[in-house]
């Protein structure tokens, strides 16, 4: 990634009535700008909860571009900080599952602990499925 812009570029955060959605869309190597995008996206999902303080959302992040992305454990941290706020009541992530089992491996104690349900998916279809019920 050149700058913050391209960073800015490489995620999208979206909400539609309950969902907020996270698509990544270009793979970040760099342990540092992973960070920093970790940061970047966060912020914008804590936006939409703050603008919606009295509402709750479930969340799909599409990871399926990342591959076998090396995320650092302090962008992991950043991840988990919004996962745990108390408004966010599902996640489906969606990716492949075998490139991304260390990530799931990093949250699912974390996510289940704070009572959350969070779902790995091959797609982006059984993941709306899945919000949907």
């Known amino acids: 990634m050149e ?12 909400v539609s009535a309950d969902v907020i959605r996270v698509d990544f869309l270009v793979r970040v190597i760099d342990p540092g700008q992973n960070v920093e995008r970790a940061q970047l996206a966060v912020d914008e999902v804590y936006h939409i909860l ?5 509402e709750t959302f479930k ?12 995320i650092p ?16 009541k599902k996640v489906a992530v969606v990716g492949d599952f075998k490139k991304q089992l260390k990530v799931l491996a990093f949250l699912m104690p974390f996510i289940v602990g704070e ?9 982006v ?3 709306k499925l899945w919000l949907e019920n």
């Open 50 to 54: 703050d603008e919606h303080p009295e």
């Open 59 to 70: 969340v799909l992040v599409d990871m399926s571009t990342m591959g076998e992305s090396k």
């Open 73 to 88: 454990t302090k962008a992991h941290k950043v991840y988990l900080s919004a996962l745990k706020r108390s408004q966010i």
């Open 3 to 14: 700058d913050k812009d391209d960073l800015v570029n490489s995620f999208k955060v979206t």
């Open 115 to 123: 009572g959350k349900k969070i779902t790995w998916f091959p797609n």
């Open 125 to 127: 279809a059984e993941a």
